[in-house]
């Protein structure tokens, strides 16, 4: 069936002259995203197909177990390598260095950073160029407090511990962009090879580290609403842990800008 997909994205192709200027690399990081990564990746592909992205995904996997490798092994043979890039970690080597390695395999010259576990809807991913072109901007990034956007299927608890994240970052730091914790964004690839290389942390509080140097640096960032489902296989790696380094982060980020 996944042939069939292939050939029937021939068939949907609009052609829109904006998308088509736009070459873009997806950075997924993985750890036992086997039964979401097809989905995914469709996803990705139906949605460059239809708006005439050129468009690669590099998938950074930590060694994952549960034969996540073996999955994207077989997505490169419907979708070929060319579009799909597997770059396989020997061990859990976390999400910033996920990133980082990512970013150095990407040829696209703006880069997509998402989640691979299905929170994040490529359907976005025109809204954000649409948002980059009008606004001419070096960064957007998605939000779910701005009007329109929003979370599914996330318990009391996660939601306020999302929202104390959120108040704790923008208290300190005093950002321009109102979601700091938020990980679905659009780069100039050239403004994220500028900022990587500065940024200290390796966990949660990358991507909020990347968007405060961001700010401080001059460049221009843009907020757009996205709706955030909660994800559809899997559990939240989100543990104790993670909250725990994030508020260390947090306070490191603070001291140093």
């Given at each position: 069936?996944?042939?069939?997909?292939?050939?029937?994205?021939k068939?949907?192709?609009?052609?829109n002259s904006?998308y088509?200027?736009y070459?873009?690399?997806v950075?997924?990081?993985?750890?036992?995203?086997?039964?979401?990564?097809?989905?995914?990746?469709?996803?990705?592909?139906?949605?460059?197909?239809e708006?005439?992205?050129?468009m690669e995904?590099?998938?950074?996997?930590?060694?994952s177990?549960?034969g996540?490798?073996?999955?994207?092994?077989e997505?490169?043979?419907i979708?070929g390598?060319d579009?799909?890039?597997?770059?396989?970690r020997p061990?859990?080597?976390?999400?910033?260095?996920?990133?980082?390695?990512?970013l150095?395999?990407?040829?696209?010259?703006?880069?997509v950073?998402?989640d691979?576990d299905?929170s994040?809807?490529?359907?976005f991913?025109?809204q954000?160029?649409d948002?980059?072109e009008?606004?001419?901007?070096d960064l957007?990034?998605g939000?779910?407090?701005?009007p329109?956007?929003g979370?599914?299927?996330?318990?009391?608890n996660?939601k306020?511990t999302?929202r104390?994240?959120?108040f704790?970052?923008?208290?300190?730091?005093n950002?321009s962009a109102s979601?700091?914790?938020?990980s679905?964004?659009l780069y100039?690839?050239?403004v994220?090879e500028k900022?990587?290389?500065?940024v200290?942390?390796r966990?949660?509080?990358f991507?909020?580290?990347?968007?405060?140097?961001?700010?401080y640096?001059?460049y221009?960032?843009?907020e757009m609403?996205i709706?955030f489902?909660?994800r559809i296989?899997g559990?939240?790696?989100?543990?104790?842990?993670?909250?725990?380094?994030?508020?260390?982060?947090l306070?490191?980020?603070f001291?140093?800008?």
């Amino acid at each position: 069936s996944f042939h069939r997909q292939r050939n029937n994205f021939k068939s949907m192709s609009q052609g829109n002259s904006v998308y088509k200027k736009y070459n873009i690399s997806v950075i997924l990081p993985t750890y036992e995203e086997r039964e979401n990564l097809p989905l995914i990746i469709y996803l990705l592909m139906k949605t460059a197909q239809e708006k005439e992205i050129k468009m690669e995904v590099i998938v950074v996997d930590d060694n994952s177990p549960d034969g996540t490798q073996e999955r994207v092994k077989e997505l490169q043979k419907i979708y070929g390598e060319d579009k799909i890039v597997l770059h396989a970690r020997p061990g859990k080597m976390g999400l910033g260095s996920a990133y980082i390695d990512g970013l150095k395999r990407c040829k696209g010259d703006y880069v997509v950073l998402m989640d691979a576990d299905l929170s994040h809807h490529p359907k976005f991913i025109p809204q954000f160029i649409d948002t980059m072109e009008k606004e001419k901007c070096d960064l957007v990034t998605g939000t779910r407090y701005l009007p329109g956007g929003g979370v599914y299927g996330w318990d009391l608890n996660r939601k306020l511990t999302s929202r104390v994240a959120n108040f704790l970052a923008a208290t300190m730091l005093n950002p321009s962009a109102s979601d700091l914790t938020g990980s679905f964004r659009l780069y100039r690839k050239e403004v994220l090879e500028k900022i990587m290389p500065l940024v200290k942390s390796r966990g949660y509080v990358f991507q909020m580290e990347i968007i405060t140097r961001a700010q401080y640096m001059g460049y221009t960032i843009q907020e757009m609403p996205i709706t955030f489902p909660d994800r559809i296989f899997g559990e939240s790696k989100l543990g104790a842990n993670e909250i725990v380094s994030y508020l260390k982060g947090l306070m490191d980020l603070f001291l140093d800008v």
